[in-house]
């Protein structure tokens, strides 16, 4: 089957969040939850400095850090390799949230609105609400699963629609013509703390 | 936060984790106290050795269980003994809770500590020591197997934790000692074993601080704890409360109440000490193409008034 991963393009991000925002619209994530999140980060020394920008997600590692410490079997690599959270399983402990060296995952104890509380929900927060509580849940983790509804439709996640500089791909790295497999190779895709051995499937190619 | 950890460091885990770490390492220590006192022939030493330490740890639990964001699943906790130290945590707990149980029913309540036979009482004794070691050490384990904390991830902290629940094991048997009317010299005798606790645990501590503070990746969670938000919490609670005062009133050989106050800062000093190892667990930012990424404090919110209701 396949092992779907990603390549970003640190050479074209420029940091607008894109994806972070259509992330959060297609997924219904409430207030401080970030399945897909753009860090920013300076280098150098004046004159010469560089402000990067760099989107991370969850990187659906081959070994990850937080399958191995989930005590009921919750999280768990589907056959497409993707990690995902059997949300009736999850008994919202937070060891997984311990075990990701990336902060991918998240924990939303109640679901809250962006506008301030007291308020009456408007029809669309209802269905927002409605939304976030029969996919993800409240009480459990939670964490990007590389838009699995859409990927059923043969669509690819929005982060990756989404971006205006096309920096994401998105593709079956087991398949070596697939264009994923192709840039990280030739591009010399890394990615993020190697050193932790959760063998990472989101790969970043340097800005040149 | 105001401190240098600002989005690395963890913070789903705070006080009913800490309680709960507190809780199951204080519950193991006193009933391996008792089980000792037993073997030594101190029958009331012995007894409320056995009958602490198992409803320690249980209250620990129940904090646990609270803590917990779907505890209707708790029964799955076991599922994954081969990778995870929750599951292979909740065996461990669970079996030591039980023969402390049996050890208790049998013996310790009804007051048939002294006489009869003392195999059985012994054998069982022995296993519930030995699942009440490990208690005592499966958590600074848990801990350490969260790699992205290389805070935690160290082997000196499941060799902190055990002498700490080991000391104030010994503290929480003396204070209810001193309340059941225990011989002096058979406290003054714990208090004198809980000096070489507490001296071993001081310097598991040092190098455990001494050693994060050297590396890189741990300098902020070394700070965070020393000289940062948590300092407070950990000169006064961890080294003042927890190690220094118990020291002094055990070297010195006060009893009576001076012994029982000591106690009770000791085990006060306990969860302290649990409670700032939780504080300071944190990430190493992520870096890529030579830049680190470090998260930055969001500005104070501009427009206040929009965080408030208009006025009914």
Redesign the interface.
Known sequence: MASYGMVIDLNRCYGCYACMLACKVANHTPPNVFWSRVLKGESGTFPNVVRQSLPVLCFHCEDPGCVKVCPTQATYIGDDGVVVIDKDKCVGCKYCLMGCPYGARYTVPEWKSYFPEGLPLSELEEFQKKAWEEKSGCGVATKCDFCTSRREEGKEPSCVVACPANARIFGDLDDPDSEVSIRIKTDKGFVLKPEQGTKPKVYYTPPR | MDSKLFGLA?T??RWLIAIYLFLAGAGGGAHITGVAADFMGWTTVATIGICLGWPCVLIGCLCLLA?????Q??W?????PD?????RG?IIISIFMIVAFIHTILWAWPGTMAGGDATARHVVGVIGAVFAFGTMVYTGL?LG?????PFWSTALLPILFFFSAASTGVMAVILAGVFAGVEESTLLTLARADIVLIVVEALVLAAYLHGSYRHPNTRMSAEHVLSGPAATMFWMGVVICGLLIPLVIDALGIHGTGAAIASILGLIGGLCLRYVVLAG?A?YP???????????RRPKDPMPA????PPS
């Open positions: 963890q789903e885990w803590d917990l964001g779907t505890v699943n708790a799955r906790v076991a599922r994954k990778t995870s130290w929750i599951a909740t848990l197997d969260a790699i992205p904390m667990g990430m992520m870096s890529a193409a030579g830049t680190d990424f470090r998260p930055v929009m965080g408030k209701l």
